[in-house]
Antibody
Framework: QIQLVQSGAEVKKPGASVKVSCKAS????????ITWVRQAPGQGPEWLGW????????RYAHRVQGRVTVTIDAPTSTVYMELRSLTSDDTAVYYC?????????????????WGQGTLVTVSS | DIVMTQSPDSLTVSLGETATINCKSS????????????LAWYQQKPGQPPKLLFY???IRESGVPDRFSGSGSGTDFTLTISSLQAEDVAVYYC?????????FGQGTKVEIK
């Protein structure tokens, strides 16, 4: 069955960086891009970025561009999201999610499978 | 960025009755080359990730009960839950996936009266 399994909760100090992993299984990894979404406490989801599992092309939200990097390790079917210069506003649950159709070059997919979420807490 | 606005923010409905959630986008989500509306609906229960209900505005994801229906085109979309069940208590989000960033609505909380 299709699964996205994320790394565990993190607690970071302001100014630090965090790197969250998302390991995919149960499907042809390179055929479906991975999107990162975060959700602050009591808020709606916020789209952060997308990576093509085919060629590593990325798209990022303006709000985090320059602070976020999404990378891929195809041999292990794992995607990473690194966020730098953390502030308390970055406290949220971070999700990875799979593109709902084959999207080698295009980020315009709905999200059909989601990871379980990783809580990142930024606190001094 | 495309702004997604849902209404109402919350909804209290009796068991067996109908819940209607609206979603409006600040620009058309209809892409002419394939005639698809780039609009998805998700259901989120506490402590869980969002779950895909509909894509292309009206295509029900596998396993979603047929009491759920999605409709609309262009800038106006609707999620309808007919004969509301206790397990439908959740927050529902629309999301446009036409242009990055793929923005979500603020959510509609559905509760039982």
């Amino acid at each position: 069955q299709i699964q996205l399994v994320q790394s565990g909760a993190e607690v970071k100090k302001p100014g630090a960086s965090v790197k969250v992993s998302c390991k995919a299984s149960g499907y042809t990894f390179i055929s479906h891009g991975i999107t990162w979404v975060r959700q602050a406490p009591g808020q709606g989801p916020e789209w952060l970025g997308w990576i093509s599992a085919h060629n590593g092309n990325t798209r990022y939200a303006h709000r985090v561009q320059g602070r976020v990097t999404v990378t891929i390790d195809a041999p292990t079917s794992t995607v990473y999201m690194e966020l730098r210069s953390l502030t308390s506003d970055d406290t949220a649950v971070y999700y990875c999610a799979r593109a709902g159709f084959v999207d080698y070059y295009d980020s315009s997919a709905y999200l059909d499978y989601w990871g379980q979420g990783t809580l990142v807490t930024v606190s001094s | 960025d495309i702004v997604m606005t849902q209404s109402p923010d919350s909804l209290t409905v009796s068991l067996g009755e109908t819940a209607t959630i609206n979603c409006k986008s600040s620009q058309s989500l209809l892409w002419s080359p394939n005639n698809n509306n780039y609009l998805a609906w998700y259901q989120q229960k506490p402590g869980q990730p969002p779950k895909l209900l509909f894509y292309w505005a009206s295509i029900r994801e596998s396993g979603v009960p047929d009491r759920f229906s999605g409709s609309g085109s262009g800038t106006d979309f609707t999620l309808t839950i007919s004969s509301l069940q206790a397990e439908d208590v959740a927050v529902y989000y629309c999301q446009q996936h036409l242009n990055t960033p793929h923005t979500f609505g603020q959510g509609t909380k559905v509760e039982i009266k």
